[in-house]
């Protein structure tokens, strides 16, 4: 999935205004400007429209991870380099404090219908025998269900 659609729907979802964009995004160590924030959430097709790179996404995710649930002790987490749906769909599911039931109730929102141990598998590490790779139809479901949830006008 394109990560400026999963900034826009996230920010969508939660109502964040571009200050609490830019304080995500500073929670986790990355000084960025309205400006910037702007030019992510513009609408595919605008010409003003800049690529949120896959560390800048993973930085704002690390940010709402600790808007959420709070600062760990220690350093802050390092942002990754390359990210795909698992990991995108891990770090909403961290920042939102779910377990296995509440993300397949999230998913009944947007009427999929997925069992445990399918859902285990996409938070497996790629190597094990049993990982499956996110599809964005997955992911797009999944945020569908979280703003069904969590955005009282939906």
Same mark, same amino acid.
Request: charged content about 30%; overall charge positive.
């Given at each position: 999935?394109?990560?400026? /659609?999963?900034?826009?729907?996230?920010?969508?979802?939660?109502?964040?205004?571009?200050?609490?964009?830019?304080?995500?995004?500073?929670?986790?160590?990355?000084?960025?400007?309205?400006?910037?924030?702007?030019?992510?959430?513009?609408?595919?097709?605008?010409?003003?429209?800049?690529?949120?790179?896959?560390?800048?996404?993973?930085?704002?995710?690390?940010?709402?991870?600790?808007?959420?649930?709070?600062?760990?002790?220690?350093?802050?987490?390092?942002?990754?380099?390359?990210?795909?749906?698992?990991?995108?769909?891990?770090?909403?599911?961290?920042?939102?404090? !779910?377990?296995?039931? /509440?993300?397949?109730?999230?998913?009944? !929102?947007?009427?999929?219908?997925?069992?445990?141990?399918? !859902?285990?598998?996409?938070?497996?590490?790629?190597?094990?025998?049993? +990982?499956?790779?996110?599809? /964005?139809?997955?992911?797009?479901?999944?945020?569908?269900?979280?703003? !069904?949830? +969590?955005?009282?006008?939906?």
């Amino acid at each position: 999935m394109d990560n400026n /659609d999963v900034l826009r729907r996230t920010r969508f979802i939660f109502d964040f205004s571009d200050s609490k964009m830019v304080t995500l995004f500073g929670l986790s160590g990355q000084q960025v400007n309205r400006e910037q924030v702007s030019a992510w959430l513009k609408k595919e097709g605008d010409p003003d429209l800049v690529e949120c790179s896959d560390t800048e996404l993973a930085i704002f995710l690390n940010g709402l991870i600790i808007d959420k649930r709070g600062k760990k002790d220690g350093p802050l987490p390092v942002p990754e380099k390359k990210l795909n749906n698992n990991i995108i769909f891990r770090k909403l599911k961290i920042a939102l404090d !779910l377990k296995a039931e /509440d993300i397949l109730g999230i998913l009944a !929102l947007a009427g999929v219908k997925a069992s445990k141990h399918e !859902l285990s598998a996409f938070f497996r590490r790629p190597g094990h025998k049993h +990982y499956r790779d996110c599809n /964005d139809q997955m992911l797009r479901n999944f945020l569908k269900g979280v703003q !069904l949830r +969590y955005r009282t006008d939906s």
